[in-house]
């Protein structure tokens, strides 16, 4: 006989309430969001690429007064835009 509690985990754990689908596309930003947001040195903010589910497009989304420790240093899409057009 098992015990209450065990039986009740056994028939709602994740993966068998989400099933794991493979070659599912999506952005799957944000589980990933620390990771992807960087810091820009020329404008002095963070961004992150962030995913549109009904567009194909990546929009961007700045950050000021953001904490940059441990975020990787990277120029900004509007910043090399700025830069090339110079």
């Avoid at 006989?1 to 952005?27: A, F, N, W």
Wanted: aromatic share 10%.
């Amino acid at each position: 006989m098992t015990h209450i509690i065990e039986s009740y985990l056994e028939r709602t754990t994740r993966d068998r309430i989400v099933p794991k689908t493979k070659g599912q596309k999506g952005c799957a930003l944000d589980k990933k969001a620390d990771k992807n947001i960087k810091y820009c040195k020329s404008c002095n903010s963070c961004w992150e690429p962030r995913c549109r589910p009904d567009t194909s497009k990546i929009k961007y989304m700045w950050y000021k007064n953001f904490p940059t420790y441990g975020k990787e240093r990277e120029i900004c899409p509007t910043c090399q835009t700025k830069n090339k057009n110079n």
